[in-house]
């Protein structure tokens, strides 16, 4: 699809660009890693480095895209026979380089389709008409499949800068003051409610008292303050280096590395002479570990699954049964509760299919672990849940499948 020239320029830019952040964040500035035109190669090069020289491998971002890459591998025999593949791959190289999720959400899709015994899947052309991406046929049956794959909704953003506001206030004074201060906090309600000083307070009456470490405020927040145990971590830092802000490391501090939680990580420490993002030392460290629990949090987060169904649906025709596949990443803890699960098969229920023949719609719920566990690179939970669209009786197009895996999984969900 590219030049050979072409192809090792850009890949030589993703490493010069590495290696120059390397050297800020080495000094405390925390500088993009790469060129964010280019995120694809960014992809590429770190697919490169955990399979060639993990002196390069950026643990933080790459422990989600080791696993794509090592899929679209293992199914390389079955893209090679979907119809229009090649163009698909060429437009995410050459026009999706800012956005690569979508282009290898919609390969992995097509490569489940091939991979469970379906004769025909072709890429639809794109176009400026209405089409769907992908067209697949096999025992007189026939399917549209349309695909779209969810980063980070705008309200999610927004809620995760409220939990850093609320968390910055602590970190502040737990470097003022030298303490070592762990808060595992629930909020009750969105948090752009709270005001900047709420989790503080609580953490000022702790240092006042430090019996006043559980807190409950009925209908707002259930929070639990206490100093860290450095044991752990002076006991494997005696001897080895450890990825700065990792979930190892939260996890040598808090004693625990809980994956139902975001973590908010603040520290004073020395880099690694040899790997510059490995910290030799930590002198001082601070967690926020936090849950968004509220109902109309978890209902805007479906709203936004609704709306991006909606869009999906207008790409599909009247000709044939269709299916949409939505891609999720979860990355933290806020994002893959039960509740959004249910909530998102009400909104499907009540679903108006605006002039398609929309059938189901399939959430594929990839969770990608910072893996605390010795010898392993990464991990993921996978869970494939299935929405019917209002009330028929037609067999699913791909029942039980995983993105990730060939098998069927357990049935049941991850949460």
């Known amino acids: 699809m590219l030049e050979q020239r072409a192809w090792e320029a850009r890949i030589e830019a993703a490493q010069a660009n590495y290696e120059a952040a390397l050297a800020k964040w080495a000094q ?33 971002e790459g422990f989600r895209i080791a696993p794509v890459i090592n899929r679209v591998g293992h199914l390389l025999s079955h893209l090679k026979q979907v119809k229009g593949v090649s163009d698909r791959i060429e437009t995410l190289l050459k026009k999706g380089r800012k956005t690569p ?32 991406d992908l067209m697949v046929s096999g025992n007189r049956r026939r399917w549209q499949v349309e695909c779209k794959r969810i980063n980070r909704s705008g309200y999610e953003a927004e809620e995760h800068a409220f939990a850093e506001a609320l968390a910055k206030p602590v970190h502040d004074l737990a470097r003022r003051i030298r303490r070592r201060l762990i808060v595992d906090v629930h909020y009750l309600q969105e948090l752009k409610h709270y005001p900047s000083d709420t989790l503080l307070k609580h953490v000022e009456r702790y240092i006042e008292n430090p019996h006043e470490r559980l807190v409950s405020e009925e209908g707002s927040l259930i929070a639990h303050i206490r100093d860290a145990d450095w044991t752990m971590l002076n006991t494997v830092m005696a001897h080895d280096d450890v990825f700065y802000g990792s979930s190892r490391m939260i996890e040598l501090i808090k004693g625990e590395y809980d994956l139902a939680y975001d973590h908010s990580f603040s520290a004073d420490w020395t880099p690694s ?76 229920l009540n679903f108006d299919t605006e002039g398609s023949r929309l059938r189901y719609v399939y959430a594929n719920y990839l969770r990608p672990e910072h893996s605390t566990a010795q010898m392993e690179s990464w991990a993921v939970s996978e869970t494939t849940a299935f929405y019917p669209a209002g009330k028929h009786r037609t067999p699913q197009s791909l029942p039980h499948h995983l993105l990730l895996e060939d098998g069927d999984g357990t049935p049941g969900d991850h949460w």
Do not use: C
């Open 28 to 60: 405390g500035e925390k500088v993009p890693l790469y060129d964010e035109d280019d995120a694809i190669f960014w992809y590429i090069h770190q697919a490169n480095a955990f399979a060639q020289d993990r002196r390069n491998f950026f643990v933080p």
């Open 273 to 348: 002479a040899r790997m510059p993002l490995h910290a030799h030392l930590v002198h001082h460290a601070s967690i926020v570990s936090w849950q968004s629990t509220s109902f109309e949090s978890a209902m805007a987060k479906a709203r936004h699954f609704r709306s991006t169904v909606g869009r999906a649906t207008q790409q599909l025709t009247l000709e044939m049964p269709a299916a949409v596949h939505v891609g999720y990443e979860t990355l933290g803890g806020s994002s893959a509760e039960e509740l959004r699960h249910y909530l998102n098969m009400m909104e499907m």
């Open 101 to 132: 999720d979508a282009g290898l959400y919609e390969i992995l899709v097509a490569g489940a389709y091939k991979s469970r015994d379906w004769a025909n899947v072709e890429f639809v052309p794109e176009s400026s008409t209405k089409t769907p």
